[in-house]
Nanobody
Framework: QVQLVESGGGLVQAGGSLRLSCAAS????????IHWFRQAPGKEREFVAA????????IYADFVKGRFTISRDNAKNTVYLQMNSLKPEDTAVYYC????????????????WGQGTQVTVSS
């Protein structure tokens, strides 16, 4: 069992930065890849970034490449999403999710989800 709790969301102006955290409980955390998704009002949940179990491999959606960085600290059972150069279209609820496979897939195939954290970017 893995429980995930996101934090770090908030209101920021366009061009600003935020760092989201995904804190996990459970001894199996280091065996899971962790993915970030986001969901804006009226839109489907979409993949943002993923990091494999060791932190050695990462994947990003095209719309965040060069702006967002995902990392993990297994000693702290935490995954981070550093978000720079934020845009109003980044406004969404951000979720972290865990699955044992690294390759991103549809939301229903993930084993565990956090409750989400709101990110609002003003223009």
């Amino acid at each position: 069992q893995v429980q995930l709790v996101e934090s770090g969301g908030g209101l920021v102006q366009a061009g600003g930065s935020l760092r989201l955290s995904c804190a996990a409980s459970g001894r199996a955390f280091s065996s899971y890849a962790i993915h970030w998704f986001r969901q804006a009002p009226g839109k489907e949940r979409e993949f943002v970034a993923a990091v494999n179990w060791s932190g050695g491999s990462t994947i990003y959606a095209d719309f965040v490449k060069g702006r967002f960085t995902i990392s993990r600290d297994n000693a702290k059972n935490t995954v981070y999403l550093q978000m720079n150069s934020l845009k109003p279209e980044d406004t969404a609820v951000y979720y972290c999710a865990a699955r044992q496979k690294f390759v991103p897939t549809l939301p229903y195939e993930y084993d565990y989800w956090g409750q989400g954290t709101q990110v609002t970017v003003s223009s």
